[in-house]
Every structure is written in C-alpha cells, then in structure tokens.
C-alpha cells in the first residue's frame, strides 16, 4: 500500500492543528501581539450564557468616555483577600460632580453589583472570546495537565527517536560514522545539514547534535520542568506607608511554597510566605531609598528557583494629610455619614487631587460603598453620606491624593444596629441620638406619610421620622469632636428638622460655646437655613486646655418656635 499519501494528509491536518494552536497560544499569553491590553480565563458563570465558565476573555483598552449601557468591561474589584478582576456588562452609566461612574451586573446575576465602578479600576472593554480555551489552560496547571501535556510528549518523543535509531541501524549494512570525532564548529554543522538530506540514516545524528549542545539541553530542560519564580515589581511606596503587598502571582502554577526575604536596603516582611505577602517599609527615609526582595519558589519535587524585585521607598515630606474622620450613622436614614477634612502644604508646588472613601462589611469582607470625590486647592471638607446599609459593623477609610499621587488615609469603625447611633473614632467624645418622645396626634401611618416614607416595614425609621407635629424643630442628632493636629478646636456636627406639617421651615441654626466655670462665651455662629432639614458643622476658634466648655445647639423655625440641645465635653 502506497502511504505517501495519507502521510502527506496527516501532515496537512498536522500542520494545521499546530498553526490554531500557536494562534490561541498567543492570543492567551501574549495578547499584546494581537493589540488588545490583556486576556483572563473566566473562573465562573456570572455571565452566562453570554460568557461561560472556562472561556477566555480578550480586553482591549479604550477612553472610559466611550464607555456606554451594554458594554461589558473588566475592572478590579477589592474584595477579601486583595484585588480581584470581575468581567460584567454595564447596565448604567452615571455622570455626576464626582465624574463618571458605572453601575456593572452579571448577565445572570439577578442584582446589580454593590459597589460603582470608577474609571481607574477599569482595565479595558471586552473585544472578543474564546469559548472553552480556558479549560485547557487551566487544566495545564495541573499536577494531571503536565502529565499529558508535557511529560507523555516528551517520553513519546524520545521512544520514537530511540526507536528510528534502532532501526535504521539494525537496517545499516555499511560502515559506521564516528560521532565522536565529528566537528562542533558551525561549518561542520552546516556540512551535517547538507549530508542529513541525502542519507537514510540522517536520525543516528540526534546523538552528534546532543554531544555538542548537551550543556544548552540540559539548561533547557531544568527550565522547563523546574518551576519559576516571579518576584513582580518594581515596587514604589511613600515613607510611612502602613503595609504594601507584592504580587508573586506570576510564578509558575507547580510553585507549592514560597518563601520572601528582604535581601538589601531597609524595611521588613511583615509576611513571608504566600504569593502575596505583605512588605512593612520604613516610617520616614532621607531620600529616596531602594531595597531589594528575594521570592524563592518551590514545588513538589522540591526544586526551587528565585527571582528579586526592586522596592522604591519615597521620601515624601509634602504629602497631604487626613486631619480627622468622624464616622457615625446617619440621622436622616439608615447609611453612614462620614465628615472628614484633608490638607496639602502650601509649599510642596502641588495641590489635592481627589478624595477616595469605601466602606467594608467587617463581617463578610465585601465592599458596601465606594466612590471618589473631587479635591482641589490645599485644604477640602466634605460631609457625605452613604446611603442605606444593613445592620452590622463596617470600617470607613478615607484616603487622599494629592497632584502629585501622594497619599495618605484614616480609617473609622461604624455599628449599625437598631435604632442606635454607635461610633468607635477615637477622637469623637460624645454622640447622642434623641428619638421624638411621642406624636403629638395622629397615628405613625400619618407621620410615615407626612416624611414621605412608602414603606411600614421599617419601624426604626418610622419611629426616628415621627417627630413631634405641634410645630417645633428637633435636634435629631448632635456629635463634638477634637479638630486633630493639637488645634484645641472642636469640631460641631448636628442633623436638625422641622415638621412637614407645620407648614412652616427652618430658619436659623445656631453654635455656642460657653466656658463652664466662668460662664464666658468662648465660641458663637449662626446662619440661616431653609427647608425642612439641615445639616450644622462648625470649627470653633482654639480653646483653653484643660477647661470644661458647654456646647449648645439651637434650632429655629420661620414661626419663631426654637429648641436647643447641650453637649458637655472638656478640651484636652
């Protein structure tokens, strides 16, 4: 039988499989060869159908402007445990004074996801995918994978060429070739070449060609099966910075242990082992200091391989700062309000750039609120509120940059239970919420309804919203804070109201500070409000240490009608 054709065939179809192979090969590892910004397998099936579980998703990088309803986006998302990448579509895009952002869903999620996406965690726009390459990729990092995919090839591999030998020199009547007088040099490998195609025995010349690469091969071949370590970097950090974490995520998938030193330069492991361990730098350096990590891999077989990363420690004397953080539950709902001030020296020829907050559900890890918020000039108040959160305990950190990406940030501890207010800021000394003793007619439908509220499920906010009618405001809430830096200064925050139904507003609101041994007026403001909420923060000018002050708060309707409420805290 004539098998010069069927070899030719399965040549062709050979050839073929090899060629889609390096394609998708490419498209996976290098995706940059084919211009997109990066490639993922999808680990679940938030996307089905559209996307499935163990496809791999091709991102190209695009203006965020461009960005609109029904794209589908990959961005990090933090979650326990670190950054993590999340591919969804977007279902609404918001252009609001704080900028774009995007509210993202899971094509078979049935809610949105919790968190906005802002446009510097978004890495790219979905170009195209591959359905079910991810499958393989995956499984090629397996104990199992590199079974089949590496070692049954390779032993394969040399069975056959063991076999051709054997062959072709039981076939061999003629003499022999000496191989170990064979010449090394690139002209007699170019003279091999030449006699390779013209002699039936051109395998037996597998072992000259071993003889003078055996060094390369054997290189190679620790290469290959040995692991690999990748250190990631470079690193850079401002000085003072409380924990940084490194990435040795790209080494390879047979890496069992890893173990990290700090091989020059200062600092510390605050972790050492992990992929993803955590480096401690120094509080304050001169300069700009280098220090050098060492990460040393090793896998099953106990062969080990190192790589090293270089870590920047900035020296950053005019970084901007968090003055303080007030944290405490809303008085108008069921969120968090968060009040904090950040400044920028004057003379560090920069000014602030942005204000980034989030909120952590400490119970579960996930993110229950984030946004960033415009900064501009050297100093910046804002008092924002989250919105409605469940009950539970949630870490508040605020973090600022300035122009020149220097940051700094403060976090604060929240417990929303009930129909208490909690606080844990160290440096908030009284919080005090006052609930209506009662209603003044009328049932709580009718005062549900006079607040506007649509819902009589919620009997934390009817009783908070059910203010007395008679027609006098209410101080829903009121908290007294040291202003930070050794100023003296109090910080005054309060949540006042009027009745709907009164048929009248807000006028004024009004902060007095009166030293309580001798009766002095230390501090006095008012201005004037309107509506039927309104929100009071006030500095006061610097105070004596050591005296007890009196801090009254006043609130007055169009009516006249007036109520003041007292806080009693002593300035350190």
Request: aromatic share 6%; proline share 4%; hydrophobic share 35%.
């Amino acid at each position: 039988m004539n098998w010069g054709p069927i070899r030719s065939v399965a040549n062709a179809l050979g050839v073929a499989v090899l060629l889609v192979a390096l394609v998708l090969t490419v498209v996976v590892a290098v995706p940059s060869a084919i211009g997109a910004e990066s490639s993922y397998v999808v680990l679940s099936d938030s996307m089905s159908p559209s996307i499935e579980a163990g496809d791999v998703v091709v991102i190209r990088d695009v203006p965020t402007e461009s960005l609109q309803e029904g794209d589908v986006i990959t961005f990090e998302s933090s979650r326990e445990g670190g950054p993590n990448r999340v591919t969804h579509r977007i279902v609404d895009v918001m252009d609001g004074d704080d900028g774009l952002t995007f509210r993202t869903k899971g094509d078979a999620n049935e809610e949105a996801d919790r968190s906005l996406v802002t446009p510097s965690q978004i890495e790219g726009k979905l170009w195209f995918h591959v359905p079910a390459v991810g499958r393989a990729v995956l499984f090629a990092g397996t104990d199992l994978g590199l079974v089949l995919f590496v070692i049954v090839p390779s032993v394969l591999l040399v069975v056959s060429e063991l076999y051709s030998l054997y062959s072709d020199a039981t076939s061999d009547s003629g003499g022999g070739t000496d191989y170990d007088d064979l010449d090394c040099t690139s002209a007699g490998r170019r003279s091999r070449r030449s006699r390779w195609r013209r002699s039936p025995r051109r395998r037996c010349h597998l072992l000259a060609v071993l003889r003078c690469t055996r060094g390369t091969a054997s290189a190679t071949a620790a290469e290959q099966f040995g692991p690999i370590a990748e250190a990631g970097g470079p690193y850079e950090m401002n000085e003072g910075t409380t924990l940084y974490q490194l990435d040795g995520t790209g080494s390879s998938n047979d890496a069992k242990s890893y173990s990290w030193q700090i091989i020059s330069g200062p600092g510390k492991m605050a972790s050492d082992a992990g992929a993803e361990p955590y480096y401690d730098p120094p509080d304050d350096v001169a300069s700009d200091t280098t220090a050098t990590v060492e990460l040393t891999v090793t896998d099953a077989q106990g062969i080990s391989a190192s790589d090293t990363a270089t870590i920047t420690i900035r020296n950053v004397v005019n970084r901007p700062t968090v003055n303080y953080l007030f944290a405490f539950t809303s008085w108008f709902g069921g969120g968090i309000d968060f009040y904090t001030n950040v400044e920028d020296p004057t003379s560090d020829g920069d000014q602030l750039d942005r204000i980034h907050v989030t909120v952590v559900d400490t119970g579960n890890g996930n993110t229950a609120f984030e946004n960033t918020y415009s900064a501009t000039g050297d100093s910046e108040t804002i008092w924002k509120s989250t919105g409605n959160l469940g009950n539970g305990e949630y870490r508040v950190t605020v973090t600022v940059y300035d122009q020149s990406g220097n940051t700094d940030s403060r976090s604060d501890t929240v417990t929303i239970s009930g129909n208490a207010l909690a606080t844990s800021s160290g440096t908030v000394s009284h919080v005090l919420w006052q609930p209506a003793d009662g209603l003044a007619g009328g049932d709580e439908d009718s005062a549900r309804d006079g607040f506007g509220l649509e819902t009589t499920t919620n009997t934390h906010e009817i009783t908070r919203l059910a203010r007395n009618k008679a027609g006098t405001p209410t101080i829903d809430g009121k908290l007294v804070g040291e202003a930070g830096n050794d100023t003296q200064q109090f910080i005054v925050l309060a949540g006042v109201s009027d009745p709907k139904t009164d048929q009248d507003d807000l006028s004024q609101v009004e902060v007095a500070v009166v030293n309580t041994t001798s009766g002095a007026t230390a501090y006095h403001t008012q201005r004037s409000v309107s509506g039927q909420r309104a929100k009071v923060n006030t500095t006061t000018t610097q105070l004596t240490s050591g005296q007890e002050y009196r801090i009254d708060i006043t609130a007055t309707d169009a009516d006249g009608d007036a109520v003041t409420d007292s806080i009693t805290k002593t300035m350190p």
